[in-house]
């Protein structure tokens, strides 16, 4: 599947520390690059361009997606891969919940889906 959807947020850059307001790419919902905060609800498609291909139980999910620290000061700041961040976007009866920073697998870029177990 190629794309992506877009959460914008801010979140605190592993590396330099600071707060920044980026757009986190993630691939989950209907995938057509639509852009999402906290609080909107995800829009779900079925089969080819939709991950999962059908709405999870409850509409819960939990994902990850990836971004670049926008402090130009930052030592990874360029906008390519590899050197992104990653974070884990949280989806609860259809409505996107939280962004968190975390350290998942940095030397690969796999989009996984945490929960539920055995989604892709």
Known sequence: ???????????????????????????????????????????WGSGEGSRPVERP????????????CDNPRCDTWKDCFP?????????????IMDVQVINYKPSEHTFDILEPPGLE
């Open 57 to 68: 139980p409850d509409g819960n999910l939990k994902t990850i997606g990836y971004f670049n």
């Open 1 to 43: 599947m190629i794309g992506t959807n877009t959460i914008y947020y801010e979140l605190e850059c592993p590396t330099c520390g600071k707060v920044v307001r980026s757009g986190v790419g993630f691939r989950a919902g209907l995938i057509k690059q639509i852009n999402y905060h906290v609080g909107e609800k995800i829009k």
């Open 83 to 95: 050197e992104v961040q990653e974070a884990v976007i949280t989806i609860a009866n259809d409505e």
